[in-house]
T-cell receptor
Framework: AQKITQTQPGMFVQEKEAVTLDCTYD???????LFWYKQPSSGEMIFLIY??????QNATEGRYSLNFQKARKSANLVISASQLGDSAMYFC?????????????FGQGTRLTINP | NAGVTQTPKFQVLKTGQSMTLQCAQD?????MSWYRQDPGMGLRLIHY???????DQGEVPNGYNVSRSTTEDFPLRLLSAAPSQTSVYFC?????????????FGSGTRLTVV
């Protein structure tokens, strides 16, 4: 079964609009962490934001915020005031403990295109 | 500059050849890992290590070997390359003393097996 599900293969958004990228997860580990990474066309993996399972408040980092709904096992990324440079692949990932070791598991990604 | 260094950046192999992808980090991170990225499939964990002398398998370990003789280095070996191993390979490391941030990725190695 998929541990991280990103249901939007691609999204197209007008510049300056806000965009929400969906991510749902599945784990039995009570202490887990959720990450979002950006991968531009150059290929590097850029860390954006982190949310711990015990964090009471939603994480924010500049224009990025994470809409964490624990009961729904949802960790959507919200980008406010999108810019052309936001066009990239976005990956949701979860750190969980599996058989005693911490592992980072990725979703399949969402390709975001910002139109001028 | 501190970070994760992967070499080479590009490589073409013939089926059956062997090679080693290098990964080095200078942040004294205990945890290191290898991922492969295929189109439409995100990143999948190949092998990981929680410290020198300790390695374990990830989601897709077949066809790959690893060793961890030092904290800094975590090479990935392909003993007999197959076209199915054509992919982009990422090495990542993490400071196990922190729960957030921490995962630092290398710039990737694009491998083509013909």
């Amino acid at each position: 079964a998929q541990k991280i599900t990103q249901t939007q293969p691609g999204m197209f958004v007008q510049e300056k609009e806000a965009v929400t990228l969906d991510c749902t997860y599945d784990t039995s580990d009570p202490s887990y962490g959720l990450f979002w990474y950006k991968q531009p066309s150059s290929g590097e993996m850029i860390f954006l934001i982190y949310q711990g399972s015990y964090d009471q408040q939603n994480a924010t980092e500049g224009r990025y915020s994470l809409n964490f709904q624990k009961a729904r096992k949802s960790a959507n990324l919200v980008i406010s005031a999108s810019q052309l440079g936001d066009s990239a692949m976005y990956f949701c990932a979860m750190r969980e403990r599996d058989q005693g070791a911490q592992k980072l598991v990725f979703g399949q990604g969402t390709r975001l295109t910002i139109n001028p | 500059n501190a970070g994760v260094t992967q070499t080479p950046k590009f490589q073409v192999l013939k089926t059956g050849q062997s090679m080693t992808l290098q990964c080095a980090q200078d942040m004294n991170h205990e945890y290191m890992s290898w991922y492969r990225q295929d189109p439409g499939m995100g990143l999948r964990l190949i092998h990981y290590s929680v410290g020198a002398g300790i390695t374990d398998q990830g989601e897709v370990p077949n066809g790959y070997n690893v060793s961890r003789s030092t904290t800094e280095d975590f090479p990935l070996r392909l003993l007999s390359a197959a076209p199915s191993q054509t992919s982009v390979y990422f090495c990542a490391s993490k400071d196990t003393g922190t729960v957030n941030y921490g995962y630092t990725f290398g710039s990737g190695t694009r491998l083509t097996v013909v």
